[in-house]
DNA sequence: TAAAATTGTTAGGTTAGTCTAATTGTTATA
DNA sequence: TATAACAATTAGACTAACCTAACAATTTTA
């Protein structure tokens, strides 16, 4: 049995091994950063999940997902997206406060809980922000998804999903009526910082690069 | 912030002084006993719940909850008893299912999670077990309970607690595999000694009307 | 390619929650 | 009421997860 630290440190690894297409390593330092602890503290936990065989890794080295590994990880975001899509649509929870109680959520332990609110909710295939969730055999359809930064200036787009899961960013993105399938139409960009001009149902409003980052798109 | 422990405490508190009508005092070795960990923990335990002003406590005296220590557990026993009444109503889980999984999710903290859930749930008055659900300002309808020597011969019912905590009486009990949410049924009386045959798990044992009379039930 | 910057590890310390063994209070009983 | 039985506490130790400070390895860059 996993303690909730040893879940946090399995999923931290699955998040940033997904982030970049092929990417399937990370650095102590950078694992440590996303955690909020420091990089000895990761050290300790890291040499703990190897002798665990949940992940590969040698001093120095690069760290990577097991199998093992990588198959609780998948079970705990397939938990936290199952626990915010029934706080979403069945306890009128909004967008940006099911991320923190999902934390929770997503740490407990029972097979039968998760198959059957998986039922409950119908077989849902995505959360409320749109990321994919990963199927009772641990299948996660995985989407490389493009930035809004990266769209062409002029082109029109579909936010899809976000990157950034904080309250602070999901509140401005709900200030700006964007949600899941809004249409983007890109209007300018400044050669200068990168931020844009962006079209949301008529409104024209300008948004940093940074922001642009945060927003995945089809 | 109490921790999932700190919470623990407090919960068994609460039970050992619910279980019989009038007591509001606990030792420590009852205390002990019911959480599965030895005195000498319980005792570190009492020090900081004391210090933190959740319970009344002297060295060497009887503990009890302050107001501030029993509305926090009222409050767990609240959300233990509405997810027991949510996996019970709308996830099919079983009455004996539910304890084990509502023990969890009764640590999860967030103010409105509990009134969602409450809501969702049509503001239930009693969880599966029936047993009452504290309302939402910390009311508490008591219940007390009847004594195995109380119920009438053929009848069934369920231990939920012991009333004398000595060591002799709990290891006769643990040896009859008898706990916390055993089913018992009462099948024969002699009129002589008040002794009597009860099933538990398939098995028909004989016990005194005084070991009868320790065993709390519902 | 040597020095500087970065990244990662080790050593030693802290806190929460647990334990065992020894000891001290309290209660019951002979 | 003295003592045996029981209840509770203290002392000292352990583990998990964290920390800081010092050091070691690796990578970058001048």
Redesign the interface.
Known sequence: MLSFTEENYLKALLHLTMEIEDKVEAGTNELAFYLGVKPATATDMLKKLKEKKLIQYEKYGKISLSDTGRNKAVEILRKHRLWETF?YE????TWD?VH??AE??EH???P??VD??DK?LGYPEVDPHGDCIPNAKGELKQSFKKTLSEVETGASCKMVAVKDNTAAFLQYVSQLNLGIDTPIKVVSRQAYDGSMEIMISGATINVSQKFAENILIV
Chains 1, 2 share one sequence.
């Open positions: 706080l069945k306890l009128e929870f406060e923190e109680v929770q959520l407990i332990h029972s039968k809980l059957k609110l409950f």
